[in-house]
């Protein structure tokens, strides 16, 4: 916004600012709020699709000795009081949910006809934005050429 610290006081550039200061500060307020979350190293099965019944937060898993897999609550809002879980356990128990969830044909039909019908559209803006970005480059061999 053309203001910088130097020496810890704020000092007013010179240069002309790139953005005014209330969207600045509309800027500052967005990334001072909830911190982003971060992707995991590593993939696990149940990852981003439990939350905690006492707290609400997100489960998360770690790895133990290099091959055993435990869930528990982030802690996000504080301890809880919930205990880890292995993977191996909550599979048996999230089965015995699941195992009584029945989806008529026609509705397995008509989502895996819009699953197929998404992937052909999103196929197609794909290959436009490579067909997109190489007609510069094209553009650019060949006016290198004369």
Known sequence: MGDFRWLRRLQHGSHEALVSHETFRQVQHVLGGKPRVKLPKSRHAFMGLLTCARC???LTA???K???VYYHCTGYR???GNSYIRQEELAVRLGAVVEH??????LADWLAESL???HNAMEQT???SIEDAATPQRAIEVGSWV
Do not use: A, M, S
Not at 101 to 106: F, M, S
């Open 101 to 106: 969830i029945q989806i008529p044909t026609e």
């Open 66 to 68: 290099g091959r055993y």
């Open 126 to 128: 794909r290959q436009e």
């Open 116 to 118: 197929r019908k998404n």
């Open 62 to 64: 770690e790895t133990k």
């Open 78 to 80: 504080g301890r809880c």
């Open 56 to 58: 609400g937060c997100q």
